[in-house]
């Protein structure tokens, strides 16, 4: 039976009628499918090229918003740097001028407190010289009364002051 197949034609000899009716069927699955189905199908593919399109014009959209986002970000960073930058130069320039007046206080409490020990120098020397000079004047009293009780002539007594005299300017200086 295989034998007659072959030799009668078989499936690989062409059979005209079999060939026209298997081109009439495709011709009319193609009519078919063109009416029916070929239309939606286009559709759908139009509309996901347009939805993909769509996605790739929000996607470099929202690229260029990021970018831009991300300059804005840099430009306030920049300027938040220079304001940091400005406010530790201010708290420098403020903290050496608080220095320098503190500094200015202590010179001058400094000054002060010389002027007053000085001040206090100055009233402990009067007071000694005020003493000084009471107790030379009680010296004085004293000699002068030595000389009187002893009669001394009066060139005696002329040397007597004139050396005290000469004694209370040594001590004043």
């Known amino acids: 039976m295989v034998s007659t197949l072959i030799l009668s034609g078989g499936l690989l ?3 005209p009628g079999l060939v026209f009716w298997t081109a009439i069927t495709f011709l009319l699955l193609v009519f078919v499918l063109s009416k029916v189905a070929w239309k939606p199908i286009v559709e759908a593919l139009n509309e996901r090229e347009n939805n993909i399109q769509s996605s790739i014009n929000r996607a470099e959209e929202a690229k260029r918003e990021a970018e831009k986002i991300l300059a ?7 300027k938040a740097q220079v304001e940091a930058d400005k406010i530790v130069s201010d708290a420098r320039i403020y903290a050496e001028k608080i220095r320098a007046e503190i500094l200015e206080k202590a010179n001058a409490e ?3 407190v010389a002027e007053d020990a000085k001040a206090d120098i100055e009233l402990a020397k009067q007071r000694a010289m005020i003493e000084l000079r009471n107790t030379v004047v009680d010296l004085a009293i004293e ?7 002893h009669n001394l002539d009066a060139e005696r007594h002329k040397e007597l002051i004139a050396g005290v005299i000469n004694e209370l300017e040594t001590v004043e200086r």
């Open 72 to 78: 804005e970000v840099k430009a306030e960073r920049a």
């Open 110 to 112: 400094a000054r002060k």
């Open 13 to 15: 000899s062409p059979n």
């Open 143 to 149: 000699a002068a009364t030595k000389i009187i009780q």
